[in-house]
Structure formats: C-alpha cells, structure tokens
C-alpha cells in the first residue's frame, strides 16, 4: 500500500507577511507540503528549477518579473508544474494574460484555506481551478460578446464573434476549423467541467472526450485547459445548452 498523495507547493508573493501567511496556512492543510518561497517572478522561476513543485501559488504585482511573465517561463520549461494565481485583482486586465500564459486556476486573495486546497486539487487532476468570482466574471465576459453595442461606443469582443443572438445560439461557424461536437466540448472545458463531466453530459465515452480535447487543441494552438478556457470565451463559444 502507498502513502497519501502529496502535493509540493511553492508560494510567490512580494509581501513578505502576506507570503509568510500562505505559507502558514498551506502548512495546516493535509496532504500539501511547501517547498519554497519566492518574493518575486525570477526567484520563483529559480526555486521552480530547483525544488520541480507541482503547483505553485503565484501573486501576478511583483518587481523585476511579474506573475504573468514568471507564469509563461514556467509553464514553457517546467510543463510538469501547474500555476495557480493568487492576487488581489480579478479584473480582465489580469484575468486573461494569466490564463493564455497557462495559469489553470485563479483565485483572488479572499480566498479561504478549502478553496485554495480545492482550487490546487483541481489543477493537478487537469481541470481548471478558478474561484466562483472569477468564473462570473468569465461567463458575464461570454455573456457580454453577444451583447450588441450601442451606436458610438467601440465593442470589446474579437471581431471573430458571432453576430447578437440569442444566448443560448452557437456561433455559425466555429472557428480555426472546429467541428460543432468539438466547439461544444471547448464550452464545456469552460464552463469548468472535467472530461468526466463532459463525458456524462454528451452521453460519449471518456476516450471520445480526450480525442475531442485533443483535436480542438491541435486546431487552436491552445497548450492547455486554462488557455482553452480563455480561447472559448474570447470567440463566444457557450457549452451545450442543457
């Protein structure tokens, strides 16, 4: 018989008694072990080297290398440890450069020590860890891109989204080549489903999920759930309406 999973975590925030909290609190959680402390992006990308942790917690507001630039180094030479932001801001001017760097969770700093635990859980089995203030923001972003745009005010959503319609309507033609079944399962990732999940909702097999996941993800150039999570809510891509 094995021992319980443990999960390595490395915290990165410049403020030094907010780190010094995380710290403390991851270490009352069963089964995380910390393993290092960054006060800034470069010193979290030198411990990453160091210590390979399997997640780390990272603030996006730090000097000489920020969240977001420490995130995209990471994800690109270490693909094995997962990023999980924890910061004050949950604005779109954060929110979305962390996800297309491949941070796959996002929580803000009111965040309590269950969600931290749940949102790191998360990550490590491949699904998104975002908070649920995040995850309105996301859908109210979604949302807002089919919304028409009154006469002289320019439209924030990507010229490629489909016409106004009606909520529920999915865009005419998907993009980059995605097929209808896989547009549906890219709203699914991003409505935070597992492929489990997603599995049971379209009454298909596990294996027919990840072959969805994988063709959508060759076709789009994503790297991973966070980033497809990004993609779908930039082009308007809602999941299946049950």
Known sequence: MTGPTVTRVLVADDQ???REGIVMLLGLLP???VVGAAADGEEAVALVARHRPDVVLMDLR?????GVEATRRIRAAYP????VVLTTYADDESLFPALRAGARGYLTKDAGGEEIARAIADVRSGAAGLSPQVQLRLLERLSGAADPVPSGEPSSAPSSAPPPAAPAAPAAEPPDGL???EAEVLGLIAEGLS????????YVGPATVKT??????AKTGVRDR???VAYAFRHGITGSPQ
Do not use: K, S, Y
């Open 16 to 18: 030094t008694v907010v």
């Open 31 to 33: 089964g995380i072990e």
């Open 62 to 66: 730090m000097p000489r290398c920020d």
């Open 80 to 83: 094995g440890t997962e990023v």
């Open 179 to 181: 097929t209808a079944r």
């Open 195 to 202: 492929n489990t999940e997603i599995a049971r909702r379209l």
């Open 212 to 217: 969805h996941i994988n063709n959508l993800f």
């Open 226 to 228: 966070a980033q497809a």
